[in-house]
T-cell receptor, first 116, second 109 residues
Framework: DVKVTQSSRYLVKRTGEKVFLECVQD?????MFWYRQDPGLGLRLIYF???????EKGDIPEGYSVSREKKERFSLILESASTNQTSMYLC???????????????FGPGTRLTVL | GQSLEQPSEVTAVEGAIVQINCTYQ??????LSWYQQHDGGAPTFLSY????GLEETGRFSSFLSRSDSYGYLLLQELQMKDSASYFC??????????FGTGTRLQVFP
């Protein structure tokens, strides 16, 4: 059974803290993604990665950074958490091809982050 | 800019048929997909259309018209478990997806 796992389901942090969200996939996928999901705004892409040590900014990268040291692991870092980063964070992965597979993203269960 | 438009909410009764529309405006187009997300759950992939026409998968079908930049998800024989949010998504030529803001479907008995 294919799987994307995230390090925490719920996380509470204080303003100014450094926050690490970890994502691991076991499908040997090349592509990995970090989204945040807020009511009425759908899924917004923060960062994505096509390969190890490679990263690309998504639509809302400000205040975030990422790290991909190994193919299966993609980390999202909030350098100094702020209250407007309170959200649901979703990690996803997909394989790299030109057809259906790259349209099919597999999502982790999400991390609900609250910044106080 | 790039955008996908879909209704925010749709309601229907068990056994009925419902259609969720999606219009898109993107810089590139490499397929329209649909995802389902139950409350508290992760989005899961439902369907994919690369070419014009209808794709059927059990009770769910998805349609695409590239000339109209339009697609829809058709859910037949609705069940209570179909109550969820449904997102359309377009792959824009890279391997990333652009998602719509989602349609919340409520199925009533």
């Amino acid at each position: 059974d294919v799987k994307v796992t995230q390090s925490s389901r719920y996380l509470v942090k204080r303003t100014g803290e450094k926050v690490f969200l970890e994502c691991v996939q076991d499908m040997d996928h090349e592509n990995m993604f970090w989204y945040r999901q807020d009511p009425g705004l759908g899924l917004r892409l923060i960062y994505f990665s096509y390969d190890v040590k490679m990263k690309e900014k998504g639509d809302i990268p400000e205040g975030y950074s990422v790290s991909r040291e190994k193919k299966e692991r993609f980390s999202l870092i909030l350098e100094s958490a702020s209250t407007n980063q309170t959200s649901m964070y979703l990690c996803a992965s997909s394989s790299k091809d030109s057809g259906r597979n790259s349209n099919e993203q597999f999502f982790g269960p999400g991390t609900r982050l609250t910044v106080l | 800019g790039q955008s996908l438009e879909q209704p925010s909410e749709v309601t229907a009764v068990e056994g009925a048929i419902v259609q969720i529309n999606c219009t898109y405006q993107t810089s590139g187009f490499y397929g329209l997909s649909w995802y389902q997300q139950h409350d508290g759950g992760a989005p899961t992939f439902l369907s994919y259309n690369a070419l014009d026409g209808l794709e059927e998968t059990g009770r769910f079908s998805s349609f695409l018209s590239r000339s109209d930049s339009y697609g829809y998800l058709l859910l037949q024989e609705l069940q209570m478990k179909d109550s969820a949010s449904y997102f359309c998504a377009v792959r824009d030529g890279t391997d990333k997806l652009i998602f719509g803001t989602g349609t919340r479907l409520q199925v009533f008995p």
